[in-house]
């Protein structure tokens, strides 16, 4: 049952911080006014994916104020900072979920059996996905900006990889590789040096973080059959 409680806090989690998290609240993390919206909205989000309001959730988002505000006042913008912050959430669900696994039993929706498998699947995409997404961002920020077709490959990329992980076809991952590969080639031809150089470093992160958010999730996937 443990691992059905961490699915569904870990997809309240993404949507929390990577749907329904406002660039308002992201600019005004220091102001209380930001950090209490965004609170309310992970201990929101853990109750729309239950339908319960559990008291291990107040726990949950206390533990999420605590790392938020680490972040915020604490470590230097960057990568290293982004990543630090993710992991430490990531643990503080995992570590909720083993001790209350009773969580998700309780809920009403636990009568829906499948469903904590589309949490892990859906929660799985967005977080590679979107996350991917701001890890990219920070790497390359001071490289000068994107373009929407890289934002939009990168997702895609990342998504395929977490979908064919955490789906069981771990083969099909050599396909996702080739197939950025071959894109890789092909967009060298007509780019300065830093153009390609920018292209490689992005292209790495956006596989690397994708293999990071699918891998882990694969090995969690057999204790929801």
């Known amino acids: 049952m443990a691992a059905y409680t961490f699915a569904a806090l870990f997809l309240a989690h993404v949507i929390a911080d990577y749907v329904l998290q406002t660039t308002w609240m992201v600019v005004n993390k220091k102001r209380p006014i930001a ?9 929101g989000t853990m109750c729309a994916t239950t339908l319960t309001l559990n008291p291990w959730f107040l726990a949950l988002a206390l533990l999420h104020l605590w790392i938020d505000i680490i972040k915020t006042y604490a470590m230097p913008e960057g990568l290293s900072a982004y990543v630090a912050d993710q992991v430490l959430h990531i643990a503080s669900i995992t570590g909720i979920a083993l001790l209350a696994p009773q969580i998700w039993p309780m809920s009403p929706l636990a009568e829906v059996e499948a469903l904590p498998l589309y949490y892990m699947i859906v ?24 373009s929407s077709h890289g934002v939009v490959l990168g997702w895609a990329e990342r998504a395929a990889l977490c ?63």
């Open 35 to 43: 950090m209490a919206a965004h609170i309310g909205l992970v201990l």
């Open 123 to 146: 929660g799985g995409v967005l977080f590679a996905a979107r996350g991917g997404q701001y890890a990219v961002a920070m790497l390359m920020g001071a490289r000068g900006p994107g």
């Open 163 to 225: 979908v064919v992980l955490i789906g069981g076809w771990p083969i099909w991952v050599a396909a996702v590789i080739a197939l950025k590969g071959i894109y890789m080639g092909l967009s060298f031809v007509g780019r300065d040096e830093g153009a390609r150089r920018r292209l490689f470093l992005g292209s790495g992160i956006s596989l690397a973080w994708g293999l990071a958010v699918a891998v882990p999730l694969a090995l969690v996937m057999p204790m929801m059959h």
